[in-house]
């Protein structure tokens, strides 16, 4: 498979022009792309060839972390000492999702680290936003780069360049020209994300979530697990919740298990449409709480989370005072999460959350259906799960 990215040369939007999720700007579809994280990892493999081979190739194969193996065109591709440094660049191809980052030039300085046996160091440079804020499972004062795509560009540099890693190390800096204009269409500094974008992604692809496509292929899927006689199904939010999910319910058919994306409402009324006598939902504590606020759609565009909600399941567990407060100050529902893990008191935490999120989708998608929803933590491990029937609902 190859990544067909837009010529480099292309002119870049204008920075009045915010392409919001959904709003239409580009064509709707179907069609996948790539995201920020593998085309970095894509340019820090190509990097390590040019350090290597004293030539940046025109592409290069990469790992993604969902296993797919995928050819990448790299561009602007050179070797700034021999032996020591070289550059390149992979622009990146959203696909068909209206994505603010579609044709970023994802760029990456690799350079060797004499006498530092294996240590593979990241740092963003200009255009990668740095944190400023807990919250996002990152390390405050340090680059944008989420845990899957930094484990993601050390396999490909190790799948290359392990026998210079077996004397010196490699540090690789990502910096994406005009990330700092692309990071004021997303919601990066509200997050306390600042001066440029998040190397994000947790399978490498990009699914076009916000269009009627996808909506449509989550309802295909539901109705294929009812053509072939399952009694259950399983809602998840994306590949990670999926995973957990299938974990926990082994004994269910692969059918079953339908990733919903954002897609609350259309996936609910499918399933009820259907009959499945049996719907579960896998999720974490974001999306978890959009759906205890009822939201039929839990895009990130489409409304934030409702830090009431979080603050209220955090007095009813026992959390302090001060903690509430910030709680309901704080920009992301995984501050809450982080924070009442570290009291101990995150499992009570989340079985507040879940049965809330029970009652809501119960209330606004009513049927003879059993709901149950099961809950995650950031690396896809168990928290709990609630049964509607705990709750004699």
Partial sequence: MTAHAPSP??????????????????????????????CAAAAARAAALGVLCGRVPETVSCQLPNGQEVRFAVHAGEVLEAGTCARAVVVKDAGDDPDATHGAHMTAEVRVLRHHAGEIVLKGGVGVGVVTKEGLGLEVGGPAINPVPRRNIADNLRAVAGELLAADGLEVTLSVPG???????TLNARLGILG??????????????STAA????????????????????????????????????PELDEAC???????????????IKRQLPRIYVGAMVGKLTKMCQGLAVT??????????????????????????????????????????????????????LAARAIRTLKRQYPGPYQLAVLVCDFEGRYICRVDETELGA
């Fill in 257 to 271: 298990f339908v990733q919903m994306g954002d897609f609350v409402k259309a996936a609910f009324s499918r399933a």
């Fill in 299 to 352: 895009h990130a565009w489409k409304a934030e989370v409702d830090r009431d909600i979080l603050a209220a399941a955090a007095a009813e567990v026992g959390a302090p005072e001060d903690l509430i407060a910030e709680i309901r100050a704080a920009e992301t529902a995984r501050f809450a999460a982080e924070r009442l893990a570290a009291l101990g008191l995150s499992v009570g935490f989340h079985r507040c």
């Fill in 179 to 185: 990330g700092a204009d692309m990071a004021k269409k």
């Fill in 214 to 249: 996808f909506r449509a292929s989550v309802i295909q899927a539901i109705d294929v697990a009812a053509r072939q006689g399952q009694t259950s199904v399983v809602f998840t939010t994306g590949g990670r919740t999926e995973k957990f999910a299938m974990g926990q319910l």
């Fill in 9 to 38: 040369d292309a002119p870049a939007a204008p920075p009045s022009a915010k392409v919001r999720k959904g709003d239409g700007r580009r064509a709707r579809g179907n069609r996948t792309g790539f995201t920020t994280g593998a």
């Fill in 196 to 209: 440029g974008i998040s190397i994000l992604g947790t399978t490498g692809i990009v699914r076009p979530y």
